[in-house]
DNA sequence: AGAATAGTGTCTTTTAGACAGTATGGG
DNA sequence: CCCATACTGTCTAAAAGACACTATTCT
């Protein structure tokens, strides 16, 4: 290529978001139904094209959240998924896309917003396994969200962040059961949770009460990583023997 | 934002490239000297625009350290490593840059290419700690690098990455060595590269010499994941006390 | 009392880390 | 011979996993 006559070529550049969060003890993800072409009517993860040339990426993915799901979510912590470049992945031309992973508690319920006709959380599950179609590669981009947050589960305070400010152990529980899709003897994992350095800090004097003896409160600890980490292998847990 | 009238802003999309291999037991990098502005002269990563509109991005990666270091290895794996967005971070405007990492034993020499005057390898320590200055966000760019495969050698078996076809157990350990900037015991090394499933393989009958008993030879196995994964906590070595 | 969940203790197996000691080459 | 590196074995401490048992609430 000659040196002052070439000039590179441009793209269109998006973001989309996976948004996880817990409900009835199964991952969700939040997805929107999209109210223009192309797949206009298709579901879609929230996301969409920067509006000025100078958007930070994280301005635009906050942006789209609050536009297209009426999602505004303070101290919302946006980790880089991937990026997806594919060509053809979108009809209208080369869209590179930025994809992010965020990961909250019981959101309030999304309300469709500007360039969306309807919001709202489905099992992730249904849509890995195709029962719920999304719009372009968005199937591929959960798939690496959710594999993204099993990894990050075992070295990491994540899960925390699917729970709210306080919460029980065995809610903390239920997130690994979930995300894992495992069983784990609660015994064992609050001796683990417990030692981890930083991981949850007891609230004090306080309970949470549903059924059964009430429950110490915990909120999350200063600590980021998990140490030791909260090993993924199994130990099944199938009820005592009695 | 008004549906017909309006369309997306369009930015410049590029790649850079952190390969990382070792030399002397010192993590390098490799980088280019800039034939062209802006910042010519100047040190940075080996990388460059998209050639047209529809060339996927590996393809670029490839084709830009061909170009610009005259390296062509079949068989590179490239991961992408994140996603640099910044305004500002180019002065030729909003240029967007997808990054990736490759890990690589000893390479040939690399050749300076069409848009850069000199390519070669510098010790990763000297661009971390500011010595070499590199061009844009690329010290940045290189920490993120070193970091993830830093990450990387605990759980899974990229430390081959770094080594040739065939290689010691003790190579092997000068790479955990110096990624991590620790010093390893050799047994405690040998039993737990050899215990963890498929990540080295004895190659039959065959042997290295420089002085000493000479050593078995191994090759990389089959296994991506590294089950259970080397411990980064120290054990640290200090020799025997005699 | 009985059901249900919360939490503690204890035992066994596995793994990490320290390090003695043996094996096998080169000077 | 000595030296250096390659490897094997053994011990100890920590952690994982199984599971008995106690605690505290609700109905």
């Given amino acids: 290529m000659d040196s002052d006559s070439w000039s590179p070529p441009v793209v269109m550049l998006a973001v989309d978001l996976v948004i996880l969060t817990l409900r009835r003890s199964q991952v969700h993800v939040l997805l929107i139904e999209r109210g223009v072409e192309p797949f206009r009517g298709h579901r879609a993860l929230p996301g969409g094209f920067l509006c000025d040339r100078d958007e ?137 949770v417990r030692r981890a350095d930083g991981f949850v800090v007891p609230v004090e004097s306080s309970r949470a009460t549903d059924t059964g003896r009430p429950a110490q409160l915990f909120r999350a600890g200063p600590g980021r990583a998990l140490n030791p980490p909260m090993a993924r292998s199994g130990a099944a847990y199938e009820g005592e023997t009695r």
């Fill in 56 to 192: 930070p990426l994280l301005d635009a993915a906050r942006r789209e959240l609050s536009e297209e799901a009426g999602l505004v979510v303070d101290s919302l912590h946006l980790e880089e998924l991937g990026v997806y470049a594919d060509p053809g992945r979108d009809p209208r031309g080369r869209v590179v896309s930025v994809a992010y992973l965020a990961v909250r508690p019981r959101l309030p319920e999304p309300t469709a917003g500007t360039d969306a006709a309807g919001a709202g959380w489905e099992p992730a599950a249904r849509v890995l396994g195709g029962e719920v179609a999304v719009a372009f590669d968005h199937r591929r981009i959960v798939a690496d969200g959710i594999e993204r947050a099993r990894r990050k589960l075992e070295h990491s305070a994540l899960a925390t962040a699917f729970c709210g400010p306080v919460f029980t152990l065995s809610e903390l529980q239920r997130v690994y059961e979930a995300v894992w899709d495992v069983r784990l003897d609660p015994r064992n994992f609050y001796r683990k």
